[in-house]
């Protein structure tokens, strides 16, 4: 079983639709997580942090889920510039850091 | 502010050769990472370091090797290239432990 797990995708949704993903992590001792984006043929790069109380950032939720070890990230009113994928990321104490596979959204006109 | 720079951008490289991806960061971050990237398996750690003057082995670390001479440079070397090199080169670098990684442009690699 991989330490964290994302669906692959891909997830196709018009314009404006609500989206979300979850990605599931197996470590119990997980610390710290965040949702990456990454574009065609580019670097990752830090979308939010998930903090426990879950937190928002304009049309990005984001939340965690101890008890049941999963993270959630949900996209409201989509965009065609939302079109990437979504990599899911957990750390375990000191510098281990766990990339999820990631999940592939394109935002259709 | 540079962040991180990674070089060369992309290589061609025949097998059996020799090559140092190299990877500068100006954000005096302790910690550096060198991940591949290939289609369907996500990031995979090679080599990481804490600190100047350590490193460490991450998933896939053979058929490489890193040093970590000062705080700015993390070069990663690749002794005799294979085939199932081929794939993309980020270099990662954060200041805290578990904290935000940033990311270099990446370094595309063909090994033939």
């Known amino acids: 079983r991989k330490e964290v797990e994302q669906d692959p995708g891909p997830f196709n949704v018009p314009e404006g639709a609500t989206v979300a993903f979850n990605c599931t992590y197996s470590?119990?001792?997980?610390?710290?997580f965040f949702w990456y984006r990454q574009d065609c043929r580019k670097e990752p790069k830090l979308l939010m942090s998930?903090?426990?109380s879950g937190n928002e950032d304009g049309r990005f939720t984001a939340q965690l889920n101890r008890a049941s070890q999963y993270i959630s990230l949900l996209i409201r009113d989509s965009k065609l510039s939302d079109s990437a994928t979504y990599l899911c990321?957990?750390?375990?104490?000191?510098?281990?850091?766990?990339f999820g596979a990631g999940t592939r959204l394109f935002v259709k006109a | 502010t540079a962040g991180i720079t990674q070089a060369p951008t992309s290589q061609i490289l025949a097998a059996g050769r020799s090559m140092t991806l190299r990877c500068t960061q100006d954000?005096?971050?302790?910690?550096m990472y060198w991940y591949r990237q290939d289609l369907g398996l996500g990031l995979r750690l090679i080599h990481y370091?804490?600190?100047?003057?350590?490193?460490g082995k991450g998933e896939v670390p053979d058929g490489y090797s890193v040093s970590r001479a000062n705080t700015d440079d993390f070069p990663l070397t690749l002794a005799s290239a294979v085939p199932s090199q081929t794939s993309v080169y980020f270099c990662?670098?954060?200041?805290?432990?578990?904290?935000?990684?940033?990311f270099g442009p990446g370094t595309r690699l063909t090994v033939l």
């Open positions: 990662a670098s954060t200041s805290l432990a578990g904290g935000v990684q940033f």
């Open positions: 470590n119990s001792a997980s610390q710290s």
């Open positions: 998930v903090y426990s």
């Open positions: 990321v957990v750390t375990s104490g000191g510098f281990k850091t766990i």
């Open positions: 954000m005096r971050h302790n910690a």
């Open positions: 370091s804490n600190t100047a003057g350590t490193t």
